[in-house]
């Protein structure tokens, strides 16, 4: 199969032109001492090896043989949620003129074909391949959420809009919520339909870990099922498969045709819930997720070559878009939380700054001990803004935060967006499991 996704060969020039300044390590406008880092991986492992650029000049060795595959070397590549901070703090000072993202992107896929990706994460592309899903739950299972439910299926209907879920499906605790959604959407007479049984994976979470053949297998199924579909309009209720959709999909070189994707908050911010009465005024901070933000940025393909310009600098034939995560999706999430009467105060790292809480890209499953710092320092940033809820559109965000806020006896309480908006629509009492230590 071919792809546009560049490999590590191609990719030889960009990690040459790394300057070692170790801005991919660093928010680009610091507000303090505390929370100045963008990269959850040196956050935690400290030494420049940790680094995006660390990990590029690691690369360079590999290609030139002059390193082999080690577990400390394994632990480095996947001790990272690929989460691209470092991509947008680099291009910030730099441009395109080095590419971490794409580099790691790279860097991961020769390790994958070589055979040493981490054992977690190998089982996990085994089971996509099995069972089509990473958690290794049957494949019956992502059908489960709608029971009861009166919903039209792809396997039996068309319609013009198709609510996509992901593999939030398999998140019991998820399921009340989801199908909230679906219930609002038939409120509104929207005409949609649902994947059921018949969703495939999307493939992002393949890509993160570095099996391309896999992901872009996934990838073409899922287009293939979207065009059959007959929906002109893809809502999206995962942040990941979000992501898979903008982000990684046009980087395989799979296009969903005129198929318009929104996210569940963009939705939403068209048709807003109405919050219950006599509810007093809550105090939020809003967790930017990676792959909403800055890697839910819409990317365009790309084809040409770089050419060397005064004999020194990279540059690309054509010209190809810079990609900084500005364009994610960052104001309507905090759109709703405000029509839910929630005051927001925000942390120092947010939108394309936002620093990531560690659980996805295979970095928890790989390095538990890197994701549970991560989320520490997250939370901690959370916390630092006196605000009594955590609220994130990211279902992967909020399970993670949750779970090391418990054990961390954080005082903060930690909801997935939809989750905290059906709490506000419904005045629903927050339940006690989302505060540390009860």
């Given at each position: 199969m071919t792809h546009i996704s560049p490999t590590l060969e191609k990719l030889h020039d960009k990690l040459g032109s790394c300057t070692r300044c170790t801005f991919c390590k660093w928010v680009?406008?610091?507000?303090?001492?505390?929370?100045?880092?963008?990269?959850?991986?040196?956050?935690?492992?400290?030494?420049?090896?940790?680094?995006a650029g660390g990990k590029l000049i690691a690369a360079y060795a590999l290609l030139h043989n002059r390193v082999e595959y080690t577990p400390d070397f394994i632990q480095n590549v996947y001790s990272c949620s690929m989460c691209g901070g470092c991509d947008t703090s680099c291009k910030t000072l730099l441009a395109d003129f080095v590419e971490p993202l794409d580099s790691l992107y790279a860097l991961r896929q020769k390790v994958t074909a070589d055979g040493h990706?981490?054992?977690?994460?190998?089982?996990?592309?085994?089971?996509?391949?099995?069972?089509?899903?990473?958690?290794?739950?049957?494949?019956?299972?992502?059908?489960?959420?709608?029971?009861?439910?009166?919903?039209?299926?792809?396997?039996?209907?068309?319609?013009?809009?198709l609510f996509h879920v992901g593999d939030v499906a398999f998140d019991r605790d998820e399921w009340p919520f989801i199908r909230h959604i679906a219930s609002e959407l038939q409120r509104r007479d929207v005409d949609f339909v649902i994947g059921g049984v018949d969703e495939p994976d999307s493939g992002g979470l393949a890509y993160d870990i570095g099996d391309q053949d896999l992901a872009a297998d996934l990838a073409q199924k899922t287009a293939e099922w979207l065009r059959k579909s007959g929906a002109g309009t893809l809502i999206v209720y995962s942040d990941d498969a979000f992501s898979a959709f903008r982000n990684i999909y046009?980087?395989?070189?799979?296009?969903?045709?005129?198929?318009?994707?929104?996210?569940?908050?963009?939705?939403?911010?068209?048709?807003?819930?109405t919050v219950a009465a006599g509810q007093k005024r809550d105090t939020v901070t809003y967790h930017d997720s990676c792959r909403l933000g800055r890697l839910g940025e819409e990317r365009h393909p790309w084809e040409g070559e770089?050419?060397?310009?005064?004999?020194?600098?990279?540059?690309?034939?054509?010209?190809?878009?810079?990609?900084?995560?500005?364009?994610?999706?960052y104001e309507e999430p905090r759109q709703l939380l405000r029509a839910v009467d929630a005051e927001i105060v925000e942390m120092e790292r947010i939108r394309e700054f936002a620093f990531c809480c560690g659980a996805g890209g295979g970095g928890k499953q790989a390095s538990p001990d890197f994701a549970r710092a991560a989320a520490r320092n997250r939370l901690q940033e959370a916390e630092s803004t006196g605000a009594e809820f955590l609220v994130t559109s990211c279902t992967a965000c909020?399970?993670?935060?949750?779970?090391?806020a418990q054990e961390a006896g954080s005082s903060i309480r930690v909801y997935g967006l939809v989750e905290y908006l059906h709490t506000r629509q419904t005045a629903s009492a927050p339940d006690a499991s989302h505060k540390a230590g009860e």
């Open positions: 680009p406008e610091v507000r303090s001492q505390d929370f100045a880092e963008i990269c959850p991986s040196v956050q935690h492992g400290k030494f420049f090896s940790h680094t990706a981490p054992e977690p994460l190998r089982e996990m592309l085994a089971h996509l391949r099995t069972l089509g899903n990473a958690r290794g739950l049957p494949a019956a299972m992502r059908g489960e959420w709608f029971a009861g439910l009166s919903l039209k299926q792809t396997k039996t209907h068309q319609a013009p809009v046009p980087r395989l070189g799979v296009s969903l045709g005129n198929i318009k994707v929104i996210h569940i908050a963009q939705w939403l911010a068209e048709n807003p819930l770089t050419v060397m310009a005064y004999n020194s600098i990279p540059m690309r034939v054509p010209e190809g878009e810079l990609y900084l995560g500005v364009n994610g999706v909020s399970s993670h935060m949750k779970e090391v």
